[in-house]
């Protein structure tokens, strides 16, 4: 059965800093992973998705990820962050027909 | 494009009572599903619809969870009677076509529900 980890529960960073959030899965067999940002008293949205080809995959909001098959890594990164990119931050995974399995998330708090 | 509807927003109930809570997805979304999201834990999937069959229910505790979707649209999930452990956001979503885990999911704001 496939797993999720999400090392960091809170990540603090300052305006226009980089950031990165870090998910590493566990699983026996190829996957597709995704990571979804939740806004406060908001639903989860669809940052981006890996589902097969190049390995760095671009999302909204200037968020783009790097699957590593190696280290089994699906680090979410963003070189410049703004104080509206404060939220929780869920790394998933899923097989083809699975369901997704999600991460216990990431609190990214942004100051100025 | 109108999103996912959830209603109530919040609910506080004391233990043993029952909850109900809906959902109306995107208009002509097939799949809908509904999750469980404890407090600092990620969210997990109780029960998935592809129109109004039931796909997966394995993790949905039988014995006081219930959920149905008449004519493929709307969505209620019941739980009778509630525990202290039931106390998190119960989140639906919904998605376009058969409901594969590479389908998009759209999430709706969710209902906090604390159990007392």
């Known amino acids: 059965a496939q797993s999720v980890t999400q090392l960091d529960s809170q990540v603090p960073v300052f305006e226009e800093a980089p950031v990165e959030l870090r998910c590493n899965y566990s699983?026996?067999?190829?996957?597709?992973l995704f990571w979804y940002v939740q806004y406060p008293n908001q639903g989860l949205q669809l940052l981006l998705k890996?589902?097969?080809?190049?390995?760095l995959v671009k999302g909204i909001n200037g968020f783009e990820a790097e699957f590593n098959k190696s280290q089994t890594s699906f680090h979410l990164r963003k070189p410049s962050v703004h104080i509206s990119d404060t939220a929780e931050y869920f790394c998933?995974?899923?097989?083809?027909?699975?369901?997704?399995?999600f991460g216990t998330g990431t609190r990214l708090q942004v100051f100025p | 494009e109108a999103g996912v509807a959830q209603s109530p927003r919040y609910k506080i109930i004391e233990k043993r009572q029952s909850v109900a809570f809906w959902c109306n997805p995107i208009?002509?979304?097939?799949?809908l599903y509904w999750y469980q999201q404890i407090l600092g834990q990620g969210p997990k999937l109780l029960i998935q619809?592809?129109?109004?069959?039931?796909?997966?229910d394995s993790q949905l505790p039988k014995d006081r969870f219930s959920a149905e979707r008449l004519k493929g649209v709307d969505s209620t999930l019941k739980i009778q009677p509630a525990k202290l452990e039931d106390s998190a956001v119960y989140l639906c979503?919904?998605?376009?076509?058969?409901?594969?885990?590479?389908?998009?999911?759209?999430f709706g704001p969710g209902t906090r529900l604390t159990v007392l």
């Open positions: 979503a919904s998605s376009e076509t058969s409901g594969r885990a590479t389908d998009t999911q759209y």
């Open positions: 998933a995974v899923s097989r083809n027909t699975d369901k997704l399995i």
């Open positions: 619809f592809q129109n109004n069959g039931v796909v997966d």
């Open positions: 208009s002509g979304h097939a799949t």
């Open positions: 890996y589902l097969s080809g190049s390995t």
């Open positions: 699983s026996s067999v190829s996957v597709y």
